[in-house]
């Protein structure tokens, strides 16, 4: 195998001989792998997460958001129905919403004052007849026929999907029970109330986010933090949870709760930089009970495009928008309920510390993130390596495996064609 | 918005206050430029609120932030968890700081303050980098004759961030 693929040729792409337990280098640097992607995966037959409609609780609020790469609008139409549209003008194709949120009785294209409904139907277009006879559309021109591309929406207690395939599966089947039940905990009805938004960008390929949170084996190592104060730690009591499928994920743990049997001194040996720390101000790793679930922390990847992160008391989800093979610009949206106390937001936005573009463990994902991308683009070898837990896939009920990155690799080899 | 010649009417005073105030905002990028963060929270009182967050959310009245503490512990927390948890490649930052409105001199000796930053990043192999570009609105009271903010909120204008952000702003 050549170092770099020749362009244009798919056959260049072989997968290495070792099958699930490696992954070559081509996979995050291949411009000619990524279209394919946002073909077959983000505008193919899979929900992509774009709203939360405690967003846009009023008829007329929109909200800027993306498919895949493609800019699209979330809105509350007269109706009170969730839309979603392609932000393109039908006539010239501008990308012409720019705020990023906002209300309104209607969509009007600057450059020409094409007018579209909320629900994306082309009301007006100025000068439709021309002026004294000459000029205007065509006479058999018909407005329905010219909308905003229309995406179809799904909705699960207050958070907006959307696909721009005419035939994808249910939502609730799509994401599948074994997923569902942490995605319902966090999600159970109650509205929401938006704490506020974080962006930043990741020099690293989509790919990576999926697989730092299906590889929980990284989670008791890079993030000291995380260790130092039990919030996940080997040898207590944790899951990584997969779908059938391996696409979608939840990585589990329960802060406090040490599995039997096992020697917490070795445990610790093990970890190079176990180290002592005392905090100040506990109210960053303190918890308050609030939820029917065992576990403390639940991490959940929803293919191709959601994250949901309940960490002790700090809420949110991430929404991940691809920029080319080696970058993604990540969407977060922090949040608690409406009916939470001012303390309990409080312990929320304090407990935000750890994660985020500023996040104590937050900070070393982006980093490494980016230096395994730099390792795929810049070096010679062309492979990296997922042998932990053999040739194990899907659910497992320790950390020390990557056996759900082994069966995301299934499935998306499956939808590639590698 | 009121002119600081409104606020103090006397030129005295009024040079006095600025100066004051600019030599603060020398000596608190200086600390987080050298590096020395341990330092940072030294510029707060002890019920200091910190924050840094995007404008998006200023403009909204979200009280989201990308670095959020509340109290002086928790800036030392954040200090410590820096410099002895965080994994992060080395940098160097540098603070330009302008543009200082006193907007409000309360009776009891709170100031209201702001001025605009921009924060340079230089990642030892990479081309320096505009990091962030925003305003401190800041709180400042005297304790012991000496300046200390009791609220700094840095709101960024560049809502998408390079990456992460490590130290404080």
């Not at chain 1, 009170?80 to 705020?99: D, I, K, L, P």
């Not at chain 1, 082309?122 to 407005?143: I, Q, T």
């Amino acid at each position: 195998m050549s170092v770099q693929p020749p362009n244009g040729s798919s056959n260049a792409f072989v997968w290495p001989e070792e099958g699930l337990n490696a992954v070559p280098d081509w996979l995050y640097t291949s411009d000619e792998i990524y279209q394919r992607e946002l073909e077959r995966i983000f505008y193919g037959p899979t929900w992509n997460y774009v709203a939360l409609e405690a967003e846009i609780p009023n008829h007329g609020d929109y909200k800027r958001s993306w498919v895949g790469e493609a800019p699209v609008i979330v809105t509350r139409g007269a109706d009170g129905n969730v839309h979603v549209v392609e932000n393109r003008c039908a006539h010239r194709g501008a990308e012409f919403c720019r705020s990023l949120t906002g209300n309104s009785k209607e969509f009007i294209c600057p450059y020409h004052q094409w007018t579209y409904d909320l629900d994306g139907s082309l009301r007006a277009v100025p000068f439709r007849r021309g002026v004294k006879g000459k000029g205007g559309m065509p006479a058999d021109f018909k407005l329905s026929e010219h909308g905003l591309r229309k995406l179809r929406v799904a909705t699960r207690n207050g958070v907006v999907f959307a696909s721009y395939a005419d035939h994808v599966e249910p939502l609730d089947q799509y994401i599948g029970p074994e997923i569902l039940k942490d995605f319902d905990t966090l999600f159970d009805g109650r509205p929401l109330k938006i704490l506020g938004y974080w962006r930043n960008t990741l020099y690293g390929n989509w790919k990576l986010y999926h697989e730092n949170l299906k590889d929980p084996y990284h989670a008791t190592l890079l993030h000291t933090f995380l260790v130092t104060f039990g919030l996940m730690k080997a040898g207590q009591k944790s899951a990584m949870i997969a779908d059938p499928l391996g696409r979608h994920g939840t990585m589990a743990s329960a802060k406090g709760d040490e599995e039997e049997g096992v020697d917490q001194k070795a445990v610790n040996k093990e970890m190079r930089k176990m180290i002592e720390l005392e905090l100040e101000d506990g109210r960053v790793v303190g918890f308050v009970p609030e939820f029917k679930s065992p576990w403390t922390v639940t991490m959940q990847t929803i293919w191709p495009n959601f994250i949901t992160q309940r960490e002790l008391n700090t809420l949110g989800v991430r929404h991940i928008v691809p920029r080319g093979p080696d970058s993604i610009d990540m969407y977060w949206t922090m949040f608690g309920y409406a009916d939470d106390t001012e303390e309990m937001t409080k312990l929320r936005l304090c407990q935000s510390n750890l994660m985020g573009p500023a996040g104590f463990l937050g900070i070393e994902d982006n980093e490494a993130i980016k230096w395994v991308q730099e390792g795929a683009r810049r070096s010679v070898t062309e492979k990296g390596l997922t042998l932990l837990g053999g040739r194990d896939e899907g659910t497992s009920d320790t950390l020390i495996t990557e056996a759900a990155v082994r069966s995301m690799y299934r499935y998306y080899r499956g939808v590639m064609g590698l | 918005m009121t002119a600081l010649r409104n606020v103090v009417p006397r030129l005295e005073e009024r040079w006095a206050l600025r100066l004051e105030i600019e030599e603060f905002h020398v000596a608190y990028a200086q600390a987080i430029d050298a590096g020395e963060i341990t330092r940072w929270p030294d510029f707060f009182t002890d019920d200091a609120l910190y924050r840094v967050t995007g404008r998006d959310n200023a403009d909204r009245g979200l009280p989201l932030g990308l670095l959020y503490c509340d109290g002086k512990k928790m800036m030392r927390d954040r200090v410590q968890a820096t410099l002895r948890t965080t994994t992060f490649e080395p940098r160097f930052l540098r603070h330009y700081i302008s543009n200082l409105s006193i907007d409000e001199v309360r009776a009891e000796g709170a100031i209201k303050a702001r001025a605009n930053y921009l924060v340079v990043q230089t990642l030892m192999e990479e081309k320096t980098e505009l990091f962030q570009a925003g305003h401190y609105q800041d709180t400042f009271v005297r304790r012991d004759g000496r300046l200390l903010l009791r609220e700094r909120h840095c709101v960024y204008d560049s809502l998408t961030i390079p990456n992460a952000l490590i130290y404080p702003i």
